[in-house]
């Protein structure tokens, strides 16, 4: 199973609206609702931010939001902060009965 | 609220077994709807999903590592650990041990702190 493809880096200045792309086939993305998104900062582990396309984790700030279309999986943030600055990764359920992620995008706040 | 802990050698030499052990707090192994997961992030960033392991036993594994893996369960220690044989240094990885929530739409809500693993010699 090959890994999603995310961009390698985003960037917006505070304030801003930025969208991460993630894209799969038809064997995950486009065939489950099980899309999962994680932040992560240097060091630390991943942190579930978003599941079943478009369900924020507990305590996860609104800005964040998901959504699919086809087998392109989206993470938009809003109001952007400085410490939204981490690695963000997509994960989706396959056809294989697997799990599959993204290669992760650095999001750089200017 | 729970938590979970890696723990086992940060060093394997090549063709060896690599052994580690994830302990779950604040909570039971036990817990319906709740799959054991091993994850390993290389070092370039990429994440592969490893496996599960289920209260009861039952496992489910990545195909591409299948002859290489076992995952089991320790109930009365609330524990499951990973063993992964004939390391290469490809195998070379943080490894973090995860709960995946069959509520949370298959996701890997909880984390453990993860723990780098080198294979050399």
């Known amino acids: 199973q090959s890994a999603l493809t995310q961009p390698a880096s985003v960037s917006g200045s505070p304030g801003q609206s930025i969208t991460i792309s993630c894209t799969g086939t038809s064997s995950d993305i486009g065939a489950y609702n099980y899309v999962s998104w994680y932040q992560q900062h240097p060091g630390k582990a991943p942190k579930l931010m978003i599941y079943n396309v478009s369900n924020r984790a507990s305590r996860v700030s609104n800005r964040f939001s998901g959504s699919t279309s086809g087998n392109t999986a989206s993470l938009t943030i809003s109001g952007l902060q400085a410490e939204d600055e981490a690695d963000y990764y997509c994960?989706?359920?396959?056809?294989?009965?697997?799990?599959?992620f993204g290669g992760g995008t650095k999001l750089t706040v200017l | 609220q729970v938590l979970l802990q890696e723990s086992g050698p940060g060093l394997v030499k090549p063709s060896q077994t690599l052994s580690l052990t994830c302990t779950v707090s604040?909570?039971?192994?036990?817990?319906?709807?709740?799959?054991w997961s091993w994850i390993r992030q290389y070092p370039g960033k990429g994440l592969e999903w490893i496996g599960y392991?289920?209260?009861?036993?039952?496992?489910h594994y990545n195909p591409s590592l299948k002859s290489r893996i076992t995952i089991s369960v320790d109930t009365s220690e609330n524990q499951f650990s990973l063993k992964l044989s004939s390391v290469t240094g490809a195998d070379t990885a943080v490894y973090y041990c995860?709960?995946?929530?069959?509520?949370?739409?298959?996701?890997?809500?909880?984390w453990g702190q993860g723990t780098m693993v080198t294979v050399s010699s």
């Open positions: 604040g909570g039971s192994i036990t817990s319906g709807g709740s799959y």
């Open positions: 995860a709960r995946l929530r069959s509520d949370y739409g298959d996701s890997f809500d909880i």
């Open positions: 392991v289920y209260y009861s036993g039952s496992t």
């Open positions: 994960s989706s359920y396959t056809s294989s009965s697997t799990w599959v």
